[in-house]
């Protein structure tokens, strides 16, 4: 079983819709989740970061968190051609080791 | 204020040649990470550097070496190179307890034929 498991995609949503991506992971342990941005042939973007059950927001993003279902989530409203990207989402248990699911490509047309 | 740096940016090597891969931040960070992305599978992590002095293997780490030299650069050595060593590798560090977001390098993107 991977440790972080993510829909590949790609998901194609309307400009100005809401794009969901989800995230699962298998280490109960797990206390720091985080979402990167990846455009192609560059290197990962930090946009969001979440330590806490619930959801946080900044600015068109909203990460949100599950403990109990091992569940994150990372909702993008009024999405833009240019947030088209492969969105990585990544764990970690103690600050040591990350683990990096494999990415959703999303694709926002205009 | 240059964040992550790595050199270099594209290898092209032979079966059996070794090299070095370059990496070095300038925030001050305790830990840095070495991670190699193929197509489809995400970063998948190598060697780790929790601080100066110490490394840790991660989840692919045959067929490399490190060696964190300061607290600013951490080095990896491919000794001798495989075919199934192409890929982009990337450099990150991490801040320091309260906060574990990772800030990545360009990458280094290296084939081996």
Not at chain 1, 43 to 49: C, K, N, R, T, Y
Request: net charge positive; charged share 20%; hydrophobic share 25%.
């Amino acid at each position: 079983q991977k440790e972080v498991e993510q829909n590949s995609g790609p998901l194609s949503v309307p400009e100005g819709a809401i794009a969901s991506l989800n995230c699962t992971y298998s280490d109960r342990g797990s206390q720091s989740f985080f979402w990167y941005r990846q455009y192609s042939g560059k290197s990962p973007e930090l946009i969001m970061s979440i330590y806490s059950n619930g959801d946080k927001e900044d600015g068109r993003f909203t990460a949100q968190l599950n403990k109990a279902s091992q569940y994150v989530s990372l909702l993008i409203r009024d999405s833009q051609p240019s947030d088209s990207a492969t969105y990585l989402c990544a764990v970690n248990r103690d600050g040591g080791k990350f683990y990096f699911g494999s990415g959703t490509k999303l694709n926002v047309k205009p | 204020n240059a964040g992550v740096t790595q050199t270099p940016k594209f290898q092209v090597l032979k079966t059996g040649q070794s090299m070095t891969l370059q990496c070095a931040q300038d925030m001050n960070h305790n830990s840095m990470y070495w991670y190699r992305q193929d197509p489809g599978m995400g970063l998948r992590l190598i060697y780790y550097s929790a601080s100066e002095g110490t490394t840790d293997k991660g989840e692919v780490p045959n067929g490399y070496n490190v060696s964190r030299l300061n607290k600013r650069e951490f080095s990896l050595r491919l000794e001798s190179a495989a075919p199934s060593q192409t890929s982009v590798y990337f450099c990150a560090s991490r801040g320091d307890r309260g906060s574990y977001e990772q800030y990545f390098g360009p990458g280094t993107r290296l084939t081996v034929t």
